[in-house]
């Protein structure tokens, strides 16, 4: 392929399948490990990611007016965790002229997303509701279609259609024939009293029976999870002061020896100590017992960091609280990073700003506050830049550095948060006790979220194939009841 049809296809694409296994590995899972089918697939794939420069889709080559339209976006999680693609299909009007535009669109945003989360899936919405004959374009949806089922491999988990209308029935029978077997067993027709079943209600516009009141707007973009705990510039400037007073709060209610003045005497004289002595405490504490240990790591240009996508919680029966990222710096110089996450009111992240020696390993403890849960829509972005060896790295330094940093020398990377809960099935669950088996060191915690991941995603395509044979059952109780309605009419007929 590449000798015969090199001029095809965009060098970057060449790069990255040969050096991102991930990638690859999605095409073949896409096509059920046929080497053949896998090859053809990449073929066509970038010779369409050439003939749109989807590697060159940025927001100032696409017209302004196509993102102020909001026909198209990305924004909330769905019950499993997956992000949301929304397609308003009453915003989108068939024209012709416009129409190598809005593919492009659709392309920017599943590369845009696909770049920033590493090809996590996604979860397809076309919300239908007030749509009519005006705005069916079948042209439209084929290629939609088309970009999950030939051009991004292993990248759509299902296809949630709200509130079809009766007049479109025809349009989506065509639609159906375009999709293999496997993706017309992930769409999911839904009204108002069942879309619940698949998104809750807290990512559901009020129309949809939820109660998210998000309203689309442009600029900025609105699929950015980071934007309100985020700081542009960098870290915000009472963080470590927060976090000092939280550690005197904990101290204070463990010892019980400090009375309410003497806490808020001791915040004031000593959050500045404080500051310098968890950067030393954080450098040096030891790793928790119930902290998670690594299996995979993302080997980014600055940092390699374990794990690689998924940080594992466990639920509030559980008791599961602390998770641990390692950074390793394979620079020559200090990387300074910064740990944000979208839920700063639930984690504390020790450290959550610092920097890290060139070669060196670096502990980072992620832990849930009291009374808090893990959610699967609670994500972590890791930012990492490189400093020069005559700057400092005390905290100082590092405001200073993030205020001055330009965003193309920034790598970033993000995490989501994995729950392990308690509540399995009981055909599943064998008591430790049972057998008398000691307790589960961290390795053991690891190959039982694991397996337990396995064995669930065994029982939802179990589900979905008892859906699948329920829908025939329902097909030939029908076709009988209208064979036994076709005879009572022929018997009728040659009574009469």
């Not at 985020?230 to 976090?243: A, F, M, R």
């Not at 490189?386 to 993030?402: D, H, I, K, N, R």
């Amino acid at each position: 392929y590449l000798i015969d049809k090199s001029d095809k296809y965009d060098s970057r694409d060449v790069e990255r399948l040969q050096q991102d296994d991930k990638w690859v590995e999605n095409y073949l899972i896409w096509r059920h490990d046929v080497v053949d089918d896998t090859l053809k697939m990449i073929h066509e794939s970038f010779q369409w990611r050439k003939e749109y420069t989807v590697n060159d889709l940025t927001e100032s080559v696409l017209p302004k007016w196509l993102f102020e339209n909001g026909a198209l976006f990305l924004h909330g999680y769905d019950k499993e965790g997956y992000k949301l693609f929304w397609f308003k299909v009453k915003h989108h009007i068939r024209d012709p002229k416009q129409q190598l535009e809005k593919k492009k669109l659709v392309a920017f945003w599943l590369e845009h997303y696909a770049k920033r989360d590493h090809g996590k899936p996604l979860t397809v919405v076309f919300d239908m509701a007030e749509t009519g004959i005006s705005h069916i374009d079948l042209d439209f949806v084929r290629f939609i279609v088309n970009c999950f089922t030939d051009y991004y491999p292993n990248f759509l988990t299902k296809i949630v259609i709200f509130e079809m209308p009766w007049i479109m029935n025809a349009a989506f029978k065509i639609v159906k024939g375009w999709l293999g077997p496997d993706a017309i067993s992930m769409l999911k027709f839904t009204n108002k009293n069942d879309v619940q079943e698949y998104i809750s209600g807290e990512y559901l516009p009020p129309h949809m029976g939820g109660t998210d009141s998000f309203k689309y707007s442009y600029p900025p973009l609105v699929d950015d999870d980071f934007q309100t705990p985020l700081c542009e510039n960098g870290p915000i400037t009472s963080e470590d002061e927060h976090e000092s007073k939280e550690e005197i709060d904990a101290d204070t209610k463990e010892t019980g020896e400090l009375n309410e003045e003497q806490n808020l005497n001791q915040k004031k004289m000593n959050s500045v100590e404080q500051i310098s002595k968890s950067e030393e405490t954080d450098k040096t504490e030891v790793k928790p017992k119930n902290a998670k240990k690594a299996l995979t790591t993302f080997k980014g240009p600055l940092l390699h960091i374990s794990p690689a996508e998924e940080l594992y919680f466990g639920s509030k029966e559980t008791g599961e609280k602390k998770c641990l990222i390692v950074l390793t710096n394979v620079t020559k110089n200090v990387v300074a990073f910064k740990v944000r996450t979208t839920a700063p009111e639930k984690y504390r992240v020790k450290p959550s700003n610092s920097s890290c020696e060139p070669g060196t390993s670096l502990d980072i403890i992620v832990s849930l506050h009291g009374g808090f849960a893990a959610s699967l829509q609670d994500r972590f972005l890791i930012m990492a830049a490189e400093m020069e060896q005559s700057s400092g790295a005390g905290v100082p330094e590092l405001t200073q550095f993030w205020k001055e940093v330009p965003r193309t020398k920034v790598m970033e990377h993000r995490l989501r948060c994995h729950v392990t809960e308690s509540s399995k099935p009981s055909s599943l669950t064998l008591k430790e006790n049972t057998f008398n088996i000691p307790a589960k060191t961290n390795e053991d915690l690891h190959i039982q979220v694991i397996a337990y991941s396995f064995l669930t995603r065994l029982l939802q395509i179990n589900k979905r194939l008892q859906e699948q044979i329920d829908r025939c059952l329902w097909f030939q109780q029908l076709s009988v009841a209208l064979s036994l309605l076709s005879v009572t009419v022929v018997a009728f007929c040659f009574y009469l």
